[in-house]
């Protein structure tokens, strides 16, 4: 049996630190350095059996439950700095599954130039609960969700649909094409992409008190998951790009009028407009010619009355 002490004074030098750590795993609090005049702030957990089944590798149950929260500062256009990681373990398990867990944990972090200054532990009768916190520096400006305008094309920086099968845990967030697109006077507003690309436009649509907005069907990066998990069919495999959420990609608008800097990490397809921002209020799907209401579709936590 390990104690909580013994076990965060081992994690001390299991998690690298750097110089702008000035206290870091094992005080009562974390103390930082920010090197901007803005800090972007996010919190998100990862519970089993909502995020992750039982039987899903630990490793990349710590990798999901950091990179779920960097993709949120990714959106924001902040740097990958600081986590904070609470984990609510079981009573049944081994300090070398809590070790599984923590390498998945610090291969994200290291993979984004991020670094761990602290967190919590606590064991229940209960499932596993790994809670992280994210910090990092707004270099200039942060990008919102609610800075779409009538005019603006979207895009996305990834293709959609189907992360069941096996994205949902594997992902990459992208962190530095958020960092760039908030370095771009072109760009409006941006999002994660996490609840479903509908409902997320749908979100943004709101955030920003514009009327409405069209989707080109032909123009949406299917992902090749999407088409297998369809069986093949087209209509069931664009469905899944419009709804399944989980796809942690940017969706992104560019001014009316106004282009991309030339270079940069967007690859040629997210550079390529997947709809539009309008002045006609709802969401509409174009396909064939034709519009047709879109479903506001997505995946959303339901609280009891």
């Not at 507003?189 to 979100?203: H, K, N, P």
């Not at 002045?279 to 609280?303: I, Q, S, T, Y």
């Amino acid at each position: 049996m390990t104690s909580e002490r013994e076990l965060t004074a081992r994690l001390r030098a299991f998690f690298p630190q750097r110089a702008d750590v000035r206290v870091g795993v094992g005080d009562d609090a974390a103390v930082v350095g920010a090197r901007a005049s803005h800090v972007a702030l996010c919190c998100d957990p990862v519970i089993e059996g909502v995020h992750f089944l039982p039987e899903t590798p630990l490793e990349l149950v710590g990798r999901k439950a950091v990179n779920r929260n960097l993709s949120d500062l990714a959106a924001t256009g902040a740097d990958a700095d600081w986590l904070l990681v609470s984990v609510v373990v079981p009573r049944s398990w081994q300090a070398a599954q809590l070790m599984r867990l923590l390498r998945g944990v610090r291969s994200a972090a290291l993979a984004a130039g991020a670094v761990v200054v602290g967190g919590d532990l606590a064991v229940a009768d209960a499932p596993l609960v790994v809670t992280v916190t994210a910090a990092g520096n707004v270099r200039g400006r942060a990008l919102l969700r609610s800075d779409l305008r009538v005019g603006d094309t979207l895009h996305v920086t990834g293709p959609l649909g189907g992360s069941i099968d096996g994205h949902h845990l594997k992902f990459r967030p992208h962190v530095c094409e958020g960092r760039w697109l908030a370095a771009q006077r072109a760009v409006g507003g941006a999002t994660d992409v996490s609840d479903g690309l509908a409902l997320d436009l749908a979100t943004m649509l709101e955030a920003s008190g514009v009327p409405g907005a069209e989707l080109d069907a032909a123009a949406l990066p299917v992902r090749a998951a999407a088409r297998r998990l369809a069986k093949g069919d087209r209509d069931g495999a664009l469905q899944r790009a419009l709804h399944d959420g989980e796809d942690h990609v940017l969706l992104f608008s560019v001014r009316r009028g106004a282009a991309l800097s030339r270079g940069g990490p967007l690859t040629a397809r997210a550079r390529r407009p997947i709809g539009r921002v309008v002045a006609e209020p709802g969401l509409r799907l174009r396909r064939a010619g034709a519009l047709e209401d879109l479903d506001r579709r997505g995946f959303e936590h339901e609280v009891g009355r």
